[in-house]
């Protein structure tokens, strides 16, 4: 009987609640879905499924499918997709947005985005929940004349600045809707990324997320990553909840998990929560002229920038060895420069600027 009226209470609230936009609340792998200034941050068109659920074990708890498509296109620009089907209690809400960003290079590896967002929002009832509920009196017509349902246009936008292995990122993803007053759910991320050796990197992150009538909500999070390749990470939200991630990027492929364990009024209901994030992405493999690639004018400005760096440490006191791994960088950059001009860089290509630019990164410490 309590669980019953537990979860009668969670169906009340998540019905008020309903009318009003669907929280987002699958963030830890998926930055694209509530910042569109993350669209085409991959080296190519990244297809993503991101499906999760809460408090398991309540009937009527939420769950959240998204899929999305992102890519660069030409220099700065980047587009994408997104659809969501957002399940509450007695209510089912969708959304499908197109994303536009735009990259402005500020300083050498720093760089300013901005996105924007627009599509189509529809919440409704699901009638076919309440039959034979012997708490619902079925000969309300409100609820079969669709008072409950209604579709709004939605608008979004979005900002990410990139300060070397600082990253600061603001979202406001439903800042427009038809037939309301504008809202102020913000999401708010700060992380950095500081390399403990060449395989191993530690990265602080803090979220800030507000809804208005709701508490707020502040993540504190600590990820370690391998190589780029395997990630684990472990969340205290201001709620109570822990979470914990893992994750791999195998070539192409990602795939990661987020468990969250449930704390508060619904701890002897539901032990947890669930996240999957699977992502794919198709390489670009000829320069700017598909989706998703560097743009021949990035291209041509992150070999001069990086011809400019092994300049100036070979101008500075170092031994014998650096001085000969500088000059053959100079020589291999050249190359690469001229092909970058020519729009005939490769993938292969982009991969090598990648290790030279860790490169020139260690060699910086061994001068120092």
Same mark, same amino acid.
């Given at each position: 009987?309590?669980?019953?009226? #537990?979860?009668?209470?969670?169906?009340?609230?998540?019905?008020?609640?309903?009318?009003?936009?669907?929280?987002?609340? &699958?963030?830890?792998?998926?930055?694209?879905?509530?910042?569109?200034?993350?669209?085409?941050?991959?080296?190519?068109? $990244?297809?993503?499924?991101?499906?999760?659920? &809460?408090?398991?074990?309540?009937?009527?708890?939420?769950?959240?499918?998204?899929?999305?498509?992102?890519?660069?296109?030409?220099? /700065? /620009?980047?587009?994408?997709?997104?659809?969501?089907?957002?399940?509450?209690?007695?209510?089912?809400?969708?959304?499908?947005?197109?994303?536009?960003?735009?990259?402005?290079?500020?300083?050498?590896?720093?760089?300013?985005?901005?996105?924007?967002?627009?599509?189509?929002? &529809?919440?409704?009832?699901?009638?076919?929940? +309440?039959?034979?509920?012997?708490?619902?009196?079925?000969?309300?017509?409100?609820?079969?004349?669709?008072?409950?349902?209604?579709?709004?246009?939605?608008?979004?936008?979005?900002?990410?600045?990139?300060?070397? /292995? +600082?990253?600061?990122?603001?979202?406001?993803?439903?800042?427009?809707?038809?037939?309301?007053?504008?809202?102020?759910? %913000?999401?708010?991320?700060?992380?950095?990324?500081?390399?403990?050796?060449?395989?191993?990197?530690? %990265?602080?992150?803090?979220?800030?997320?507000? #809804?208005?009538?709701?508490?707020?909500?502040?993540?504190?999070?600590?990820?370690?990553?391998?190589?780029?390749?395997?990630?684990?990470?472990?969340?205290?939200?201001? /709620?109570?909840?822990?979470?914990?991630?893992?994750?791999?990027?195998?070539?192409?492929?990602?795939?990661?998990?987020?468990?969250?364990?449930?704390?508060?009024?619904?701890?002897?209901?539901?032990?947890?929560?669930?996240?999957?994030?699977?992502?794919?992405? %198709?390489?670009?493999?000829?320069?700017?002229?598909?989706?998703?690639?560097?743009?021949?004018?990035?291209?041509?400005?992150?070999?001069?920038?990086?011809?400019?760096?092994? $300049?100036?440490?070979?101008?500075?006191?170092?031994?014998?060895?650096?001085?000969?791994?500088?000059?053959?960088? &100079?020589?291999?950059?050249?190359?690469?420069?001229?092909?970058?001009?020519?729009?005939?860089?490769?993938?292969?290509?982009?991969?090598?600027?990648?290790?030279?630019?860790?490169?020139?990164?260690?060699?910086?410490?061994?001068?120092?």
């Amino acid at each position: 009987m309590k669980k019953i009226i #537990l979860s009668l209470s969670l169906l009340t609230a998540l019905g008020a609640k309903a009318q009003d936009l669907n929280t987002h609340y &699958q963030y830890q792998m998926n930055w694209f879905n509530i910042n569109p200034a993350y669209t085409g941050s991959e080296d190519g068109t $990244q297809f993503i499924l991101n499906p999760g659920t &809460q408090w398991v074990g309540i009937e009527g708890n939420p769950t959240n499918s998204m899929f999305g498509i992102n890519s660069r296109i030409a220099n /700065n /620009n980047g587009i994408g997709f997104k659809a969501i089907i957002d399940s509450r209690g007695i209510f089912n809400n969708f959304t499908a947005e197109g994303v536009y960003k735009y990259q402005v290079q500020l300083k050498g590896k720093h760089f300013l985005n901005f996105g924007v967002s627009a599509g189509y929002y &529809q919440t409704y009832l699901q009638q076919n929940t +309440l039959i034979g509920d012997q708490y619902t009196d079925q000969s309300d017509v409100t609820l079969t004349q669709g008072n409950y349902n209604s579709s709004n246009f939605l608008a979004g936008f979005g900002a990410m600045c990139q300060w070397e /292995n +600082l990253e600061l990122g603001l979202s406001l993803p439903h800042l427009v809707v038809s037939g309301r007053p504008i809202s102020d759910h %913000i999401f708010a991320l700060g992380k950095y990324r500081q390399a403990i050796n060449k395989d191993f990197d530690v %990265i602080p992150s803090v979220v800030f997320q507000y #809804l208005n009538k709701s508490p707020y909500l502040l993540d504190g999070g600590l990820a370690f990553e391998w190589r780029k390749m395997l990630w684990l990470k472990g969340t205290y939200r201001t /709620n109570g909840n822990i979470l914990a991630g893992l994750g791999v990027r195998i070539n192409d492929f990602q795939v990661g998990y987020t468990y969250s364990a449930v704390t508060g009024d619904f701890q002897a209901l539901s032990a947890s929560s669930h996240e999957v994030f699977l992502a794919f992405t %198709i390489k670009n493999k000829r320069g700017n002229k598909i989706l998703g690639g560097f743009g021949q004018r990035r291209a041509n400005q992150n070999l001069m920038l990086y011809m400019q760096e092994v $300049q100036t440490i070979n101008n500075s006191p170092a031994n014998t060895e650096v001085k000969a791994e500088l000059n053959a960088l &100079q020589t291999e950059l050249r190359g690469l420069l001229q092909k970058s001009q020519e729009n005939k860089i490769t993938a292969a290509d982009k991969q090598r600027m990648r290790e030279i630019e860790d490169k020139i990164e260690e060699l910086k410490q061994q001068v120092k």
